[in-house]
């Protein structure tokens, strides 16, 4: 693959194209372990970082790649760590210490299926894991969701940008589609302005000595530190939501889905509308701060949502607060690696049009109540490529 | 530099004077013997009574001004009983997770060439949690410096079995003894260490009395000098005591250190700056085959 400073069209598998964003970016040190899908990553930093004088290391493990991130970090360095799925897990621990000591690291989560080792296919089994906050503690931590390689090239400064200047981890949440797979790409790489860390233990020189820590003994102290950080999660919750939509404007139905899901629902919802049933695209691209506000403001006009995810469902839970009952919400999910065609959703969307009613401008609890669908029974189970399509939380599972 | 104090009187009579308290021999100007290391900072430890940690955290303190370092350094400190290092040695400091310090002070390493890396953890985190992060900062020869001190118990959890608790040593967690049946056998991990060909130093030293940590101070400053030959990893392990978790007095605890030198042996395990360091690395890399002895002896 060929490196330009002039922008060209080139093509780039994803996990190649983060690294060399990062890389562009201006990353310090980069440490990881090997684990698919998303093994591309650390090749591509192990021969590229050293070539510019820069820092790899390849870990004995992701637990000593986090921390090994967070004493590099914690010295003003800018930082990049990468795993899949079961790696992260194992990466939760040092995550929240950097939350707590407010060390800045942009971590790269290609998802894999699940549970366990699961499999190697793409997945969005993490999103609750990482946007809920994957370590023990109260805190947040922002995470970007890429649709494309090109986005991904974009995000990743972003990352960095938010990282510092919030002091925080940041997440890069892709899935293994999105890091296995190539496309033609324009790369526009992007460096952000350095700030000087005056907080950064880099040798105390002639001032007073800086300590970056986690732990506040005393109750009050920690209740201070966390108002601290809470302070800090709101500026970021108000300043730091990305979103973008397709076909809204006239769209009786909504799908909402970020990442690989999203790339298969703009096929979906163009083949629905081919088929006469207007649909559209809403794709959160920050998964934390969740585009709550925006979504909310769609969903009276919206007579459903359907949410898609490559997971059993787990981002519907966000659209839900989200939603807050405003609109009927349905969902259509595969797990394990598999990843649901396009057809498959635009029979969701037409399914899910069948047992919601037109919005008419009636009160919103009373066309809701009426408008709550049969369920299907047990004896007619959809099959595997008919998932369930519900207004019932209870029966939000994907059905096999 | 040193903050000064004055001499203890020594004579009989004077002994039995207030201690503390006593005036200066009239006649001769006071004579400085020792004194807190400016690096040290004016405050009571959070240790409880008789306590190691304190004079480790007086040797590095000093070791690190004799060596000039100390704007430069930048520690690791570890969970446990000395997580609160920070707070005593004057000089930048990160907080590793548990175990995690070697993981910590390799990113410090790699980024900051120019600074003085050292770390300092115990044996609850170097030899139980932190096992793989030891090994394999050591085995990568990370020009760093360890302090290992080894109580041999968690201290302060509440006095649980470490790996490096004495077999038949009661703790809150193995209450009648720990069994090697069940628990298995003491960990010599600086032993383990000291066969890697990236450890320039490795060696164990006690605070079993002041000759010993003597010793102690040349043994860490030994280790502390291998960073600035860029020699390799260095390890000094120290036998300490718990009197609280062990259930002794302060001077039962430090009387004790020689029970506990009988499995842990005090001494130099490696001693190699960098030509030798190189040389051993060559060495060591030929690993004898087994097998190939066997059919000679046969």
Redesign the interface.
């Known amino acids: 693959m060929v490196i330009s400073a002039a922008p060209e069209r080139v093509l780039m598998k994803g996990n190649e194209a983060i690294a060399e964003a990062a890389i562009q970016a201006g990353c ?2 980069y ?1 990881g372990y090997p684990i698919t899908p998303q093994a591309e990553l650390l090749e591509w930093m192990a021969r590229r970082m050293p070539e510019l004088g820069r ?1 790899f ?1 390849q ?3 992701e ?3 986090i ?9 003003g ?1 800018r ?1 990049m760590v990468s795993s899949s799925s079961p790696g992260i897990s194992l990466m939760a ?2 995550m929240s ?1 950097m939350a707590g ?1 407010e060390v800045p690291v942009v971590l790269v989560n290609v998802m894999r299926g699940g549970p366990g080792l699961g499999s190697i296919g793409p997945s969005q089994g993490d999103y609750l894991q990482m946007v809920k906050g994957h370590g023990h503690g109260d805190y947040r931590t922002p995470v970007l969701a890429p649709s494309s390689i090109s986005e991904a090239i974009a995000l990743v400064a972003d990352a960095f940008e938010i990282a510092e200047r919030y002091r925080t981890p940041v997440v890069i949440l892709a899935d293994g589609t999105l890091g296995q797979a190539m496309e033609p790409v324009v790369p526009v790489y992007r460096m952000p302005r350095r700030v000087e860390p005056d907080w950064a ?6 001032r007073r ?7 506040h003994l005393r109750p009050e102290e920690l209740e201070l530190h966390n108002d601290h950080l809470q302070a800090k999660f709101r500026e970021i919750a108000a300043a730091e939501v990305r979103w973008t939509g397709e076909l809204l404007d006239d769209a009786e139905v909504v799908v909402v889905a970020y990442g690989t899901a999203a790339r298969v629902a703009r096929t979906a919802i163009r083949r629905a509308r081919e088929g006469g049933l207007r649909a559209g695209l809403f794709r959160p691209i920050s998964l934390w701060p969740f585009p709550s506000a925006a979504l909310a403001e769609l969903a009276p006009r919206a007579r459903a949502i359907l949410v898609v995810e490559l997971s059993a469902g787990q981002m519907i839970e966000d659209v839900r607060l989200a939603v807050e009952g405003r609109a009927p919400v349905g969902f259509h999910g595969r797990t394990g690696g598999m990843v649901p065609s396009p057809d498959e959703v635009v029979a969701s969307l037409r399914r899910l049009w069948a047992i919601t009613e037109p919005r008419n401008g009636e009160p919103q609890r009373r066309r809701h109540a009426r408008s709550t669908p049969t369920l299907p029974s047990r004896a007619a189970r959809p099959t595997p490529s008919e998932p369930a399509i519900t207004d019932e939380p209870a029966l939000q599972e994907v059905w096999r | 530099m040193t903050t000064p104090l004055v001499e203890r009187p020594t004579s009989p009579a004077d002994a039995s004077a207030p201690t503390g308290t006593a005036p200066a021999p009239t006649g001769t100007a006071p004579r400085i013997i020792a004194g807190r290391p400016a690096l040290l900072h004016d405050k009571s430890t959070h240790y409880c009574p008789g306590c190691g940690h304190g004079v480790v955290h007086r040797l590095i303190a000093e070791l690190l001004e004799d060596l000039g370092v100390a704007d430069r350094t930048i520690a690791v400190a570890p969970v446990g009983c000395s997580v609160f290092a920070y707070d005593y040695i004057d000089v930048d400091w990160i907080e590793a997770p548990h175990g995690r310090a070697p993981a910590v002070a390799t990113g410090v390493r790699r980024v900051r060439p120019d600074a003085y890396v050292l770390m300092y953890q115990g044996d609850g985190d170097l030899a139980a949690i932190g096992t793989a992060e030891i090994i394999h900062a050591a085995a990568r020869g990370e020009g760093i410096v360890c302090v290992f001190v080894n109580n041999g118990i968690y201290g302060m959890t509440g006095g649980q079995m470490a790996p490096t608790t004495l077999l038949g040593q009661t703790t809150t967690s193995s209450p009648l003894g720990r069994e090697a049946s069940a628990a298995g056998y003491p960990l010599p991990i600086t032993e383990m260490l000291a066969m890697l060909p990236g450890v320039a130093y490795a060696s164990r030293g006690t605070l079993a009395d002041a000759a010993s940590i003597g010793r102690l101070r040349a043994m860490l400053k030994r280790a502390m000098e291998m960073q600035l030959k860029g020699a390799g990893f260095a390890i000094v392990e120290v036998l300490s005591n718990c009197p609280v978790g062990w259930g002794m007095t302060a001077q039962e605890s430090i009387d004790h250190l020689a029970v506990v030198a009988e499995t842990y042996p005090v001494g130099v395990l490696v001693d190699r700056p960098k030509a030798a360091a190189t040389a051993a690395r060559a060495a060591q890399t030929a690993i004898p085959d087994p097998l190939a002895a066997t059919a000679l002896e046969a």
């Open positions: 310090d040190a440490f820092v290391v870990a004995e493990s637990v000593a790649a921390n090994m991130a967070l004493g590099a970090a914690a010295t360095a930082v621990e040092g210490y000591s233990a880099n040798g105390r020189g002639g000595p800086r300590v970056v820590k986690s732990l």
